[in-house]
């Protein structure tokens, strides 16, 4: 990311900052979160460490990690604006998220994507070396997002 840019955007960890419904619409449009209900997406991002990516006052960017913050965080709903994509954005965000200070205790990170795996490999992501030992449970009357 050339320097100009990096003095026009800037990343906050104010959460009343936080477009929520921009989020939430960027969300379910991607299906990353398809039919989530906006008070479920509030109730994540209560309970999330969530960083925002602005250029002035306007949100560009949102990225949430789920962490106890001494074994393993799980990098969620990483976005940029389809307008600030292409500029070198994606992987400054991601960088400063993973260099956040209270997270460099960290020894494990855990995220999906269905298409951005070139991103995530050049900040050191790989594919689970044993993916047979992760498991997941649905609730069985939860809905899934």
């Not at 960027?26 to 398809?34: H, K, Q, T, V």
Request: aromatic share 12%.
């Amino acid at each position: 990311m050339n320097e100009d840019l990096k003095h026009r955007f800037y990343i906050s960890l104010d959460k009343s900052k936080l477009n929520i419904p921009m989020i939430h619409n960027f969300l379910c449009s991607a299906d990353l979160a398809e039919n989530m209900p906006l008070e479920i997406l509030e109730k994540s991002i209560q309970n999330s460490l969530c960083f925002g990516l602005y250029e002035d006052e306007q949100q560009v960017g949102f990225a949430r990690v789920i962490t106890d913050y001494a074994t393993s965080a799980l990098l969620k709903d990483v976005f940029i604006l389809e307008p600030y994509r292409k500029q070198g954005l994606g992987k400054w965000f991601v960088q400063y998220i993973l260099g956040y200070p209270e997270l460099q205790d960290v020894p494990k990170w855990f995220l999906g994507t269905k298409d951005a795996h070139g991103l995530y490999r050049r900040c050191g992501f790989k594919n689970l070396a044993a993916p047979e030992k992760m498991m997941m449970r649905l609730h069985s009357h939860a809905t899934q997002y």
